[in-house]
């Protein structure tokens, strides 16, 4: 079984940076994949970005650029810098993970998922 707990969201404006953290416990294989999504109200859940085991990361074209996702501590700490904060970026984010890593940002492939934690952009 595997435990994600996210954390460092928060209020920011337009422009400015936020690190979250996600710390997973649980089989180190498991985690092979993660990944960071997010939904804003009255939207759909929608991939934010992945890495795998080996470091190799995709993003969604919106935050490219602008968010770098990274993993350490024996890769089950998973970071997701975010510069350049837009409003559009102001949703709730979620740490996902699964043992089988496709590398894509579709939520059915994470089978492991946090509570997730708020970032409010303003303008």
């Known amino acids: 079984q595997v435990q994600l707990v996210e954390s460092g969201g928060g209020s920011v404006q337009s422009g400015g940076s936020l690190r979250l953290s996600c710390a997973a416990s649980?089989?180190?294989?498991?985690?092979?994949?993660m990944a960071w999504f997010r939904q804003a109200p009255g939207k759909e859940r929608e991939g934010v970005a992945a890495?795998?085991?080996?470091?190799?990361?995709t993003y969604v074209e919106s935050v490219k650029g602008r968010f770098t996702i990274s993993r350490a501590n024996g890769e089950k700490t998973l970071y997701l810098q975010m510069n350049a904060l837009k409003p559009e970026d102001t949703a709730m984010y979620y740490c996902?993970?699964?043992?089988?890593?496709?590398?894509?940002?579709?939520?059915?492939?994470?089978?492991?998922w946090g509570q997730g934690t708020q970032v409010t952009v303003s303008s």
């Open positions: 996902a993970a699964d043992r089988l890593c496709p590398l894509v940002l579709e939520a059915s492939r994470y089978s492991y």
């Open positions: 649980g089989h180190a294989l498991i985690t092979n994949c």
């Open positions: 890495i795998d085991s080996g470091g190799r990361s």
